[in-house]
């Protein structure tokens, strides 16, 4: 684990990490926190779906655009207006879930609030801007534990809060959770990355380059991978008669893919990232196909760890490839691309896995993530070309060799 003390021993990074971890916490609280909300006031799973599905779209769309003016104007000059902004409307939601408002009240004043700035991507951004080019491969793995530990701690969080206290209880915790991890990353000056205002009026988009494209592509498939195990194991636990081991399984696959990412990063890696990514995503398919074969939720959480321990080192390199492949002005905006195109998977996935599991018995339903692992194989070879070129500043041989 040296490799994460000495990341962490550059100067202001354990401040930055802890706020993160903070503003994190909250973020992955909302998913499960809106629906928590709306349908413990409303008795509707489809109306509190349907509301979260068109917040993350909005998110989705604001995303890149929000990015790229961080890369121009700062974080600090962007995220502390939209924090403001944020938790006002959040607080327009709540009103309008307490006081019973109309319906339509509820989507303008939460997708409204869903016009934000994503603390992932800030985070990674400054790893980037902090730390030594042989040091990236770490801070990304540590970004993806990070991860892993927000989103098995806060849907559980929203939940149980929401059961407990009152229907809004988690939505108000994760508002406060983020807003307040957001304002203390922003107070953290001295890792922020600078402004790159001289590049204000560059008409190039991010995903213009033809590396962040195949790149978007491999991480919508991990998210569709992502949401068609999450929907695909509540109903195959339901079906094996433990449905409220579920939250158990999924907490196996989220552990496998932190313990992998540990590992990873705490290691050199010689391979051309590239390659690493291709391989990953082979492993991936071989280690997501005995999930088909499972016949009792022990062993399907067992198989679900093992699935786990094969996404992290494809999420770590593809981050780490992002970083590489574009101009540093342009970080957070390819960031926000290529984690925006992953939470898309992630509703598709959910979408697809929830459809298939409906018309199948068994197992058979974890086919959705199995092909989706293919095509992620088979565009990752696709573009082992296009993903050979490097930023500019970078030297080509960097991404030979890192």
């Not at 970004?143 to 149980?160: H, K, N, R, T, Y």
């Amino acid at each position: 684990m040296n490799a994460y003390r000495r990341l962490l021993a550059l100067p202001g990074a354990r401040s930055f990490v802890v706020s993160a971890a903070v503003g994190r916490l909250g973020n992955a609280m909302f998913g499960v926190a809106i629906v928590a909300m709306i349908s413990g006031r409303t008795g509707s799973y489809g109306l509190a779906g349907a509301v979260s599905a068109v917040g993350l779209i909005v998110f989705a769309i604001t995303a890149v655009i929000v990015g790229r003016l961080i890369d121009t104007h700062g974080q600090r000059t962007i995220a502390l207006p939209l924090v403001a902004w944020g938790v006002s409307w959040s607080i327009m939601t709540v009103l309008a879930s307490v006081l019973s408002w109309p319906t339509w009240t509820l989507f303008v004043t939460y997708s409204l609030s869903a016009i934000v700035v994503e603390i992932g991507t800030m985070s990674r951004a400054r790893w980037v801007h902090l730390a030594p080019d042989d040091q990236r491969h770490a801070a990304m793995a540590l970004e993806q534990v990070a991860d892993e530990i927000s989103f098995v701690i806060g849907p559980a969080l929203a939940a149980a809060l929401a059961t407990i206290l009152f229907p809004e209880s988690g939505f108000i915790l994760a508002v406060v959770l983020y807003a307040s991890g957001t304002v203390l990353l922003m107070a953290n000056r001295r890792t922020e990355p600078p402004a790159r205002a001289e590049h204000v009026h560059q008409p190039t988009l991010a995903i213009a380059q033809p590396g962040i494209q195949v790149l978007a592509v491999c991480l919508f498939l991990v998210g569709v991978i992502f949401g068609s195990n999450e929907i695909v194991t509540i109903a195959v636990s339901k079906q094996f008669g433990h449905a409220s081991l579920a939250g158990i399984v999924l907490g196996t696959f989220a552990l496998g893919s932190a313990i992998a990412a540990l590992g990873f990063g705490s290691r050199t890696v010689r391979m051309p990232m590239r390659r690493v990514l291709l391989a990953s995503a082979l492993i991936l398919v071989v280690m997501q196909a005995p999930i088909l074969l499972a016949h009792s939720v022990g062993v399907l959480a067992v198989l679900m760890f093992l699935a786990g321990l094969a996404a992290a080192p494809a999420l770590v390199t593809s981050m780490n490839l992002t970083q590489q492949l574009i101009p540093v002005h342009q970080i957070n905006e390819a960031l926000s691309v290529v984690l925006t195109a992953m939470l898309v998977g992630v509703a598709a996935g959910s979408a697809v896995g929830g459809v298939v599991a409906d018309h199948v018995t068994g197992a058979h339903a974890y086919l959705v993530p199995l092909l989706a692992g293919a095509l992620l194989a088979l565009t990752a070879a696709l573009g082992q070309r296009t993903l050979a070129h490097p930023r500019e500043g970078v030297a080509a041989d960097y991404i030979e060799t890192v």
